[in-house]
């Protein structure tokens, strides 16, 4: 992708340059009023999204129909493939060939890794890639951009420790990635079997940042200004006793939050389990549920932009 | 004790410094299995001067086509190819990794959609070489592993 993003498909964080996130960030910005209903807008009047959830998804699925909703279009779809032709056995080349025909942009959701850019390969109309698989979740990676640039007035240079499950989480590498390109400052967090892999870490070290590995949250949370959790899958453990402990070590609460900077800014993706205790919403740091709501204005211009209705 | 060496062919293709240990993967790019009406040599573990060890193939009556040269070239980068002529070698040239693959390699990531039955064929972007290295269009998951992938 270069420059305007109309017509493009939106499926890895890696198409975008720095400029275009810059860009996305800033029509996301604008949209904030927009979003929260306090202005209306009909910027997508008469536009049809096609919404395909082959898999469950509450934020993400409820917040591109928000978005879409909020700019005057209409969502039509399915948030599970039960009771579609999909359940017939349908291929997705075919759904896709079918919905392109029937909306102006797709938001697809699906179970295989490199689902969305098959579908971009479908359809005429833009692709945005709401996860696949184990692979890219690009509108997340978006949003949480957008809420540490807003949380911290900026991105470059914020020391950002990243936590939880590295090796499997799909946010995680592809935010870190993008953290890269911003010149953050980059700590994993991890118990060794989880890991960020070498792959994403070499990819990081070609944007010349160097980041840190560590198996201890204690020891390198007083110097993070943004702490991002993930979850850590009980199902990653095949003994139940080692997943308690690891879970253990890596839960915020009050206590781990003790030599933190006032200006720590909590994140998390969701859905959370017990990583981040909830007495901790409480505390100023918890930034989780503005997280959740940024994905409305993000998706929002993501929408109005790949379909032209914004450069 | 007699000895028996491996003579030369009259019209054919030899595919010389094969990566030690890849000549059974090559004989299976090319298709030789049951049906061969030609005669097929393989020689493995030989010396070579380039490498320590190597393995020769030499196929009479066939000539390959660019596809099996793109198969060969990813499994054994350093493969030379010599198409005989009349017993002499009209042509010789070292196989060349290409840029990009599509339709002659499966993704090693079983959760990649091209895995599924759409009507897609794979495709890869080379990323490295030597050793060759494969990054796939549609889930991004790179492919070291490229005999066990080939199709």
Same mark, same amino acid.
Request: proline share 6%; charged share 25%.
């Given at each position: 992708?270069? &420059?305007?993003?109309?017509?493009?498909?939106?499926?890895?964080?890696?198409?975008?340059?720095?400029?275009?996130?810059?860009? +996305?960030?800033? +029509?996301?910005?604008?949209?904030?009023?927009?979003?929260?209903?306090?202005?209306?807008?009909?910027?997508? /009047?008469?536009?049809?999204?096609?919404?395909?959830?082959?898999? =469950?998804?509450?934020?993400?699925?409820?917040?591109?129909?928000?978005?879409?909703?909020?700019?005057?279009?209409?969502?039509?779809?399915?948030?599970?493939?039960?009771?579609?032709?999909?359940?017939?056995?349908?291929?997705?080349?075919?759904?896709?060939?079918?919905?392109?025909?029937?909306?102006? @942009?797709?938001?697809?959701?699906?179970?295989?890794? &490199?689902?969305?850019?098959?579908?971009?390969?479908?359809?005429?109309?833009?692709?945005?890639?709401?996860?696949?698989?184990? &692979?890219?979740?690009?509108?997340?990676?978006?949003?949480?951009?957008?809420?540490?640039?807003?949380?911290?007035?900026?991105?470059?240079?914020?020391?950002? @420790?990243?936590?939880?499950?590295?090796?499997?989480?799909?946010?995680?590498?592809?935010?870190?990635?993008?953290?890269?390109?911003?010149?953050? /400052?980059?700590?994993? @967090?991890? =118990?060794?079997?989880?890991?960020?892999?070498?792959?994403?870490?070499?990819?990081?070290?070609?944007?010349?940042?160097? =980041?840190?590995?560590?198996?201890?949250?204690?020891?390198?949370?007083?110097?993070?200004? +943004?702490?991002?959790?993930?979850?850590?899958?009980?199902?990653?453990? =095949?003994?139940?006793?080692?997943?308690?402990?690891?879970?253990?070590?890596?839960?915020?609460?009050?206590?781990?939050?003790?030599?933190?900077?006032?200006?720590?800014?909590?994140?998390?993706?969701?859905?959370?389990?017990?990583?981040?205790?909830?007495? @901790?919403?409480?505390?100023?740091?918890?930034?989780?549920?503005?997280?959740?709501?940024?994905?409305?204005? +993000?998706?929002?211009?993501?929408?109005?932009?790949?379909?032209?209705?914004?450069? | 004790?007699?000895?028996?060496?491996?003579?030369?062919?009259?019209?054919?293709?030899?595919?010389?410094?094969?990566?030690?240990?890849?000549? #059974?993967? *090559?004989?299976?790019?090319?298709?030789?299995?049951?049906?061969?009406?030609?005669?097929?040599?393989? #020689?493995?573990?030989?010396?070579?001067?380039?490498?320590?060890?190597?393995?020769?193939?030499?196929?009479?009556?066939?000539?390959?086509?660019?596809?099996?040269?793109?198969?060969?070239?990813?499994?054994?980068?350093?493969?030379?190819?010599?198409?005989?002529?009349?017993?002499?070698?009209?042509?010789?040239?070292?196989?060349? *990794?290409?840029?990009? *693959?599509?339709?002659?390699?499966?993704?090693?990531?079983?959760?990649?959609?091209?895995?599924?039955?759409?009507?897609?064929?794979?495709?890869?972007?080379?990323?490295?070489?030597?050793?060759?290295?494969?990054?796939?269009?549609?889930?991004?998951?790179?492919?070291?592993?490229?005999?066990?992938?080939?199709?």
């Amino acid at each position: 992708m270069s &420059g305007s993003l109309k017509g493009s498909d939106i499926v890895s964080i890696r198409d975008f340059s720095r400029e275009q996130i810059e860009r +996305v960030l800033e +029509v996301a910005e604008k949209m904030v009023p927009i979003a929260r209903g306090d202005e209306k807008s009909s910027l997508l /009047e008469g536009r049809i999204l096609g919404s395909l959830f082959y898999e =469950p998804s509450t934020r993400t699925r409820l917040s591109f129909e928000a978005a879409m909703t909020r700019l005057g279009g209409r969502t039509l779809g399915f948030d599970e493939p039960r009771g579609s032709s999909v359940a017939k056995g349908e291929t997705l080349a075919d759904t896709i060939r079918m919905v392109d025909a029937y909306s102006d @942009v797709i938001v697809l959701r699906h179970t295989q890794e &490199g689902a969305a850019r098959l579908a971009g390969h479908f359809a005429e109309k833009p692709v945005i890639n709401a996860g696949d698989g184990a &692979g890219q979740h690009p509108t997340q990676t978006l949003l949480d951009l957008f809420t540490i640039r807003k949380e911290k007035g900026g991105i470059d240079g914020n020391h950002i @420790v990243i936590v939880g499950d590295l090796k499997y989480g799909r946010t995680v590498h592809s935010l870190s990635e993008a953290l890269s390109m911003f010149g953050a /400052e980059l700590t994993f @967090v991890a =118990p060794p079997t989880l890991q960020m892999p070498q792959e994403h870490i070499k990819h990081i070290e070609t944007r010349g940042i160097r =980041p840190k590995i560590s198996n201890s949250l204690e020891e390198v949370i007083a110097e993070a200004d +943004v702490l991002y959790v993930t979850r850590i899958q009980k199902e990653r453990f =095949p003994d139940p006793a080692e997943y308690r402990k690891v879970a253990g070590a890596f839960t915020i609460d009050r206590e781990m939050l003790r030599d933190a900077s006032d200006n720590l800014v909590i994140m998390h993706p969701l859905p959370r389990v017990s990583e981040i205790d909830p007495e @901790v919403d409480l505390t100023p740091h918890a930034r989780y549920f503005d997280q959740a709501f940024n994905g409305v204005p +993000v998706r929002m211009a993501l929408l109005s932009m790949v379909l032209g209705g914004i450069e | 004790m007699k000895e028996f060496k491996v003579t030369p062919i009259r019209n054919g293709t030899v595919i010389d410094h094969i990566d030690v240990g890849m000549a #059974l993967k *090559v004989l299976r790019i090319i298709g030789v299995r049951n049906e061969v009406s030609s005669t097929v040599s393989v #020689l493995m573990h030989v010396p070579s001067k380039k490498n320590n060890w190597k393995d020769v193939v030499k196929i009479e009556d066939r000539e390959l086509d660019p596809k099996e040269l793109d198969k060969i070239a990813l499994i054994s980068p350093d493969a030379t190819i010599n198409i005989i002529r009349d017993y002499n070698v009209a042509e010789k040239f070292v196989v060349e *990794v290409p840029e990009r *693959v599509k339709g002659i390699m499966t993704c090693s990531n079983p959760g990649c959609i091209t895995n599924k039955s759409e009507p897609v064929e794979p495709e890869f972007v080379v990323e490295t070489k030597k050793p060759p290295a494969l990054r796939c269009v549609y889930c991004d998951r790179m492919t070291t592993d490229i005999a066990e992938n080939i199709v």
